[in-house]
């Protein structure tokens, strides 16, 4: 608020000169000026106060005529000059003010002391995010279904307005300004101290560097999450480090290399980081044999190498013939068909169309697919805005770098523990992947479900808690597996991993017994987690799923049922 | 040499002055006492607090208050001498003279602050 005050202070001070001065020539030349009576005598002229009266009324354009006495000509040829000065005065004033209000930096002066205000007032935990293209929006949009908040700074103003338009669940302060700016860090809240992390999301690897560099040294206890395209940048910021780096082509490229060598572990990868209530992809694995790049930049690059490690037999398709040493390529851009039947087109097992234009990308597989309608085709969308184009098309699959970057920013925010898992289950063979999607199938059904962590502490699990005090009490991991509602029954979910003092351990089994501090990731619909926070957080339905007992809550039932025992 | 400081360092001592012209002479007599020179002191003072504004500084807020303290002494000097002449019919009697002068006393006060404070920025810049 101060700095607004300050430039309105600053503007209007010319006018309000100009104004006193007009006012200070009026009134003295209404005090110099002799008056008339009725028999044309001179009178003496008016007094200060008398003229500051005049001026005042004839300067507001009121106009209340000549007051105490008729005005002798004189008079009226000063009072003639009066009005006209003082509606210039005026005037002059009036205009400054309209176009201080219409000033571009008086309006962002303005929007940035509101939105400073706004996130002042902040009283719930927040996540600062940076750069709201489509990797930001779709990011958060999901943390509000989650019930988070969230500020969002981003520098194209278009964006900005768009979001103001949207119907979000909480207040999202919002500010148009250059996130790799610290100051503008600063005004979005982090050094609040309920900002509990920052999303580094814009489309420059260079602005993303900035931020975390910027969030390391003004606020280095909370963690930073910087997307990132280029590998360089993503190893310096490392280096800064940043807590979590994600690459969208860096994931995809390891999710096909595992889609090819462990199919059912990348399926356990893409149901657990989908978005929940969506339907389960079916469709084929990406087969082994002769595949077909077309486009070697940053994506290229990267599924080149995971797929090479694979082993496959790899030829690309790009404009530069010494773009990748050591690989075959043919010079071209990949619409061309001669050059996807030079490149083998015909005979391969799969495509990639991974250049960054979305258009090329859609006819390259079209043109693909008519050489060989069996072919497995990988496509790169570079804009949510031609999702239906790619829909449309249905390629095996379709990969959306800023649904990636939100999947990836969504599961490390929400369930620290699930990368954790992740990065264990790969390394378990591809049997125990079929067998534990089958468990999750059976017990979850078909729907993408719901991942969350559950801390056995006084904040999120107070029942249990309370519990573990109890001398000799167990708690095993199945009473939070159980319906509150009915214990035969089993609650839809599954739990995935358990963490103590460091130590994981995947798919704990019911009979396990938990301490405090145990830390738990479980993968389950909506209501399953809403019924097992139940358990946790509520005494008698703890005791409940624990003993079977229907608990007495209130204190004089139990003194009553106690006495009759005694 | 900045013409800005030169308009700004101007109007403070303008200011000054003539209120301070104001208020020399005996205390109860209306005939040392013009109520022209009131008035002028009053619009240059109120010029000086408009040149006051919008300096973020803590000299410049100091600036700012005493101004405005003189402003406001100085108002209330003139509305003084507007009730006892225009509203009361009492004239300038001695007592209300010395009410009026006192007034413009206070404000001549603030004024000399706001020299010094003046003269001490220049001093600290030493350019």
Known sequence: MGSVFFIVLRRMRAPLITLIVIYAVSILGLVLIAGVDANGKPTPPLSFFHAFYFVSYTASTIGFGEIPAAFSDAQRMWATVTIYLSVIGWTYSILTILALFSDRAFQQALAASRFHRRVERIAEPFYLVCGCGETGGLLIHALDRLGMRFVVVELEETRIVELELEDFRSDTPSLVADASQPQTLLLAGLRHPKCRGVLALTNHDDANLAIAVAVRLLNPAIPVLCRAERTDMAARMAAFGADHIVNPFDIFGQLLAQAVHAPASYRLHEWLIGTPGTKQRAGDDPPRGHWVICGYGRFGRSVVAQLAREGMDIALIDPNAEAAPGFRVIVGSGIEESALRAVGVPEAEGLVAGTDDDINNLSIAAAARRLNPGLFIVVRQNQQARHELFEAFDADLTVVPSEIVAHACLALLTTPLLPSFLRLAEKQDDEWAWSLLARMRLQIGEEVPECWSVRIDAEAAAAAVDWLANDGASLPLSALLADPAERELQLRCVPLLWRRDGDERLVPAGNDELQAGDEILFAGTHEARARQELILQNANALDYVLTGREANSGWLWGWLMSARKA | ?127
């Open chain 2, 1 to 127: 040499m900045n013409l800005e400081k030169v308009i700004f360092g101007f109007f403070i001592v303008l200011a000054a002055t003539l209120n301070f012209g104001f208020f020399v002479g005996d205390i109860g007599n209306p005939t040392y006492h013009h109520v022209y020179e009131l008035f002028a002191a009053i619009v240059v003072n109120l010029i000086a607090t408009v040149l006051k504004f919008g300096d973020r500084t803590q000299i410049g807020a100091i600036h700012l208050a005493t101004s405005l303290v003189a402003d406001l002494q100085l108002l209330a000097a003139a509305g003084v001498w507007a009730y006892a002449v225009h509203i009361t019919g009492e004239g300038m009697t001695p007592s209300i003279t010395a009410s009026v002068v006192s007034l413009s006393g206070g404000a001549l006060l603030a004024n000399i602050v706001s020299l010094a404070i003046l003269i001490a920025e220049t001093v600290m810049m030493r350019r």
